[in-house]
């Protein structure tokens, strides 16, 4: 299980209690980890063995809520909130995960090319609200100079960063500037960044 051996993005079957699970190197939540893939008939058995071996390393259980607030801080897209079938890949900032020369191509290949060619509309920021206090959720909306450009796709409290978290869309060519998140009427200043304010270099999930 080190890195050297079972490096991140990879994936594979491990013996774990007495199944076989698929392991893979990926993460949620912005930290060295992997998601496990049980077949339904060993799932307590894990369980049980996880539990009685991470006790000794301080093992706690974690909700959902406690994932949705690491992987914002990460800036880690969610399917139906941050992305969607209206987005685009260029436009979430994930150009990266799409593979242009795929053998056959792929649907909609043709305007991500396009959408490419002519540079997108608009990008997919994250924010931190400057004053630690106000509460994030999601559709508030996002002000720069004094002008409405979008609203929050997502958000909650980042518990590392120390303030609330959002993610939003605004103009490409409103990127820059001094922003403000709306919280019930009352405009907070934020700070806005194209990178993840979390470990930016993605360091802590291969090591």
């Not at 994936?11 to 998601?35: D, H, K, N, P, Q």
């Not at 060619?117 to 994250?126: H, I, N, S």
């Not at 605004?170 to 960044?193: H, L, M, N, Q, T």
Request: hydrophobic share 40%; net charge negative.
């Amino acid at each position: 299980m080190s890195n050297d051996a079972f490096p991140f993005a990879s994936s594979r079957e491990i013996e774990l209690g007495f199944a076989l699970v698929r392991a893979s190197r990926i993460t949620f939540v912005g930290e060295l980890g992997w998601e496990l893939y049980v077949p339904t008939e060993f799932m307590l058995g894990v369980y049980d063995e996880i539990v009685a071996t991470g006790e000794a390393f301080g093992l706690v259980h974690a909700g959902y809520h406690a994932l949705n607030s690491l992987r914002i801080e990460k800036a880690y897209r969610h399917w139906s909130h941050d992305i969607t079938d209206e987005d685009t890949p260029l436009e979430a900032g994930l150009g990266f995960a799409v593979k242009f020369d795929k053998p056959g191509g792929f649907i909609g290949r043709d305007a991500l090319l396009a959408q490419r060619e002519a540079g997108v509309p608009r990008k997919l920021l994250q924010f931190k609200l400057q004053d630690p206090q106000p509460l994030l959720y999601h559709n508030e909306p996002i002000w720069r100079d004094d002008t409405l450009v979008g609203h929050i796709t997502s958000g909650a409290y980042g518990h590392t960063l120390g303030s609330c978290i959002g993610l939003g869309y605004v103009p490409a060519d409103a990127a820059d500037g001094d922003f403000e998140i709306e919280v019930a009427g009352v405009r907070i200043p934020a700070d806005a960044s194209s990178r993840p304010m979390y470990d930016p270099k993605n360091e802590r999930i291969r090591c």
